[in-house]
């Protein structure tokens, strides 16, 4: 489910060009089959941190390993006008998370090499590390983000710690008190005891100031039993200093009951004063964050959502003015929701990324009040910085044939480089660019779909065909690299890979968004329908043998495929929702299932019953391969046990693969290994 950054620049092609490499892999041999042990190789780029003064852009490398069951992340920088990546701080702990000092003179970063997550500073000088790196925390409870303040004199950090507490020493104590704890029994008074893969353990986040130098203790910033910055899988960071140090701003949950409201507020606080309060900006039901001051001090932006409970909601794009206290939107009539963004240096526009139709496009928004302007597509565009000239932007880019690299452009002349090219061994695989295309669902509404053919493609051959159903459901299969479900390694073992964004996809409207609440097998399965018929009738596909597969709310239209359809001749699904009454029981944010269905099991019981796949069993027939996390909370085990069971106890030809360790995700390299072969296994024995 879902919870699941110049007006100067012109618009450019995207033109795959620049010098700049990582250390080069041993090249693939030709017409070498992609599969999942071969996209384990790719290392993973990712978190593009450019230099003060824009010579420079640090990055995250991660390197895995199928061997060692491990992935380790390394810091990597390359020049910023093109030229050789070079490796930093290499360790065989995980560093991640690069941050430039104001000055560039240091670069700061988190590292687990001595007590857990913790902030690590080293020297820097033309990019290149100078000395050892120094610790700067020592926090028993660890630190999951930080941040430099622009006089480099503080760091703003944040930690899961003990809100009873007031001091290090006090969290220090009380978490070796509860890990030694003799009963490993979980007591808890309040909904929200658990979330995502973990459980809250009477934890919150808090957020901490502490010299730059680690010369002092940190001070909690945020003491009580709220987290700051509020849970998030993705999106601008929530907290944020202003240009002269004096002040951040965070955003903090605000409700009683966090299970049932996506509510959160923008709050200011003095960082002089230490006996100061923090002061709320926001008065909004709904949820805001992401806060981000211009250069010039004036303003905030940041993004809101207007109904409250509904966590896919346009996220509008908010300006606070300092001086008088106005709050305006800046995209009321941009029908889009802004992801990310980053200010220009004269502080008269933001750079703003957003779906657009299958992509992620960057545009620009004038403080003027002008529509944003499209200034760069192609693929999935995010994690933009600018240099403070405004000379250069430094993003990341990838898509569907091709994993995330680093680009810049110039803002004097359009041109467009790539700063890094990390997998030089993916080429002799010979993958193939995604296509876009349209057909028409329910109501003769246009519904967008990625087709993805396999390498070897023959014209005149016909295919099988592999029919993916994204989760969320307000989400979207974007023209982007991934490698949870990687369109490459299913095309590779031979089927044509179809794509479809119907409604309840993002990056279409709002109102496209919307369409699917209360009603996630009506409009929506007539779509996905109509998009098998559209994907069968492909002149390259051979009707009669497709497979469909799903994760999530995908999962869950796998089930209600499996009582409602008998065109498919497998399916696999994944992390799905069986019972609509058992998982609101079960799941941890109450607010999805009250707002998609409409209230409460007992509330709203028939559009419960009516829309649960399990009330449908009696007509599964499909063969199936469930797949299901131990510790997924978002939608629990127990969601796919049940599924299996109905399926064995009618006698339809069913496998279960159970993952200990893993939640709504399968992360670990063996794992996925796994999980992609016994994908394959179940496709190509009843599809092929």
């Not at 928004?365 to 760069?376: C, E, F, K, T, Y």
């Not at 131990?630 to 109905?646: K, M, N």
């Amino acid at each position: 489910m879902t919870r699941l950054k110049c007006a100067a620049l012109a618009v450019v092609a995207l033109v795959l060009a620049g010098s700049g490499f990582a250390p080069a892999q041993a090249q693939a041999p030709a017409g070498l089959r992609f599969t999942v042990e071969e996209m384990l190789k790719l290392r993973r780029v990712s978190d593009p941190q450019l230099s003060p003064d824009g010579r420079f852009v640090a990055y995250v490398v991660t390197d895995v390993s199928l061997e060692k069951n491990k992935r380790v992340n390394h810091l990597w920088v390359v020049p910023s006008a093109g030229g050789e990546p070079m490796a930093l701080v290499h360790d065989d702990k995980p560093d991640t998370s690069p941050r430039w000092s104001p000055d560039g003179k240091r670069l700061a970063f988190l590292s687990t090499r001595e007590d857990g997550s913790q902030v690590w500073v080293v020297d820097m000088a033309q990019g290149r590390a100078v000395g050892k790196p120094r610790q700067v925390t020592k926090v028993a409870t660890e630190v999951s983000s930080f941040a430099w303040s622009p006089d480099g004199r503080w760091l703003a950090f944040a930690s899961d710690v003990f809100p009873t507490c007031s001091s290090a020493a006090c969290n220090k104590q009380a978490l070796k008190e509860f890990e030694d704890r003799s009963s490993k029994a979980r007591v808890f008074d309040q909904l929200l005891y658990r979330h995502w893969v973990s459980w809250k353990e009477g934890r919150f986040s808090h957020l901490f100031l502490i010299p730059s130098d680690g010369s002092s203790e940190p001070r909690d910033l945020t003491p009580g039993a709220a987290d700051v910055p509020p849970f998030s899988l993705g999106g601008p960071d929530d907290y944020a200093f202003s240009p002269d140090s004096k002040e951040i701003a965070f955003a903090r949950k605000t409700d009683a009951v966090e299970a049932i409201s996506t509510n959160s507020d923008l709050f200011l606080l003095d960082v002089a004063n230490p006996a100061a309060e923090p002061r709320k900006i926001t008065a909004n039901p709904a949820a805001d964050g992401g806060p981000a001051y211009s250069p010039d001090g004036r303003y905030i932006a940041y993004r809101a959502q207007q109904r409250p409970g509904f966590e896919a909601d346009r996220w509008q794009l908010m300006l606070y003015d300092r001086k008088s206290g106005e709050h305006r939107s800046l995209t009321a009539e941009w029908d889009r929701s802004a992801d990310s963004y980053a200010w220009s240096p004269d502080s008269k526009a933001l750079h703003v990324t957003a779906e657009e139709a299958g992509e992620g496009v960057l545009f620009t928004v004038d403080l003027s009040g002008q529509a944003p302007r499209r200034i760069m597509g192609g693929g999935t565009v995010g994690d933009v910085r600018g240099s403070a000239d405004g000379a250069t932007l430094v993003f990341t880019r990838h898509t569907l044939d091709r994993p995330t690299e680093i680009y810049r452009v110039s803002a004097k002349d359009g041109r467009l480089d790539a700063l890094t090219r990390t997998n030089p061994s993916l080429a002799a695989f010979k993958l193939r660019p995604a296509e876009k295309v349209w057909f028409e669902g329910a109501g003769g509404t246009k519904i967008q779909a990625w087709v993805v053919k396999p390498p070897d493609f023959v014209e005149g051959r016909k295919y099988p065909l592999l029919y993916l159903v994204h989760g969320g459901p307000q989400n979207s299969w974007h023209d982007g690299w991934t490698f949870r479900w990687n369109a490459q390694v299913f095309a590779s073992a031979g089927y044509v890979v179809f794509m479809p964004n119907p409604r309840g996809s993002t990056g279409f409207g709002q109102q496209f968004t919307d369409d699917i609440s209360g009603d996630w097998a009506g409009k929506v399965y007539e779509d996905l329908m109509k998009g098998a018929d559209f994907a069968e009738a492909l002149p390259y596909v051979e009707k009669g043998r497709t497979g469909a597969a799903g994760a999530s709310y995908g999962g869950y239209m796998m089930n209600w495929f499996l009582g409602h359809t008998t065109r498919f001749k497998a399916i696999v699904t994944h992390a799905s929702v069986y019972n609509l009454t058992s998982m609101y029981g079960v799941t941890e944010e109450l607010w999805f299932p009250e707002w998609d269905l409409k209230g409460t099991p007992w509330t709203n019981p028939d559009l419960y019953a009516r829309l649960s796949p399990h009330t449908y069993a009696k007509d599964f027939k499909t063969p199936t391969l469930v797949t299901h996390g131990e510790l997924d909370f978002r939608v629990p085990i127990g969601e796919g046990l049940q599924l299996f069971t109905a399926l064995q106890r009618q006698g339809v030809p069913s496998r279960m693969v159970y993952f200990p360790d893993e939640g709504h995700w399968i992360n670990k390299p063996a794992n996925a290994a796994l999980w992609y072969n016994e994908f394959l296994k179940w496709m190509d024995r009843w599809v092929k």
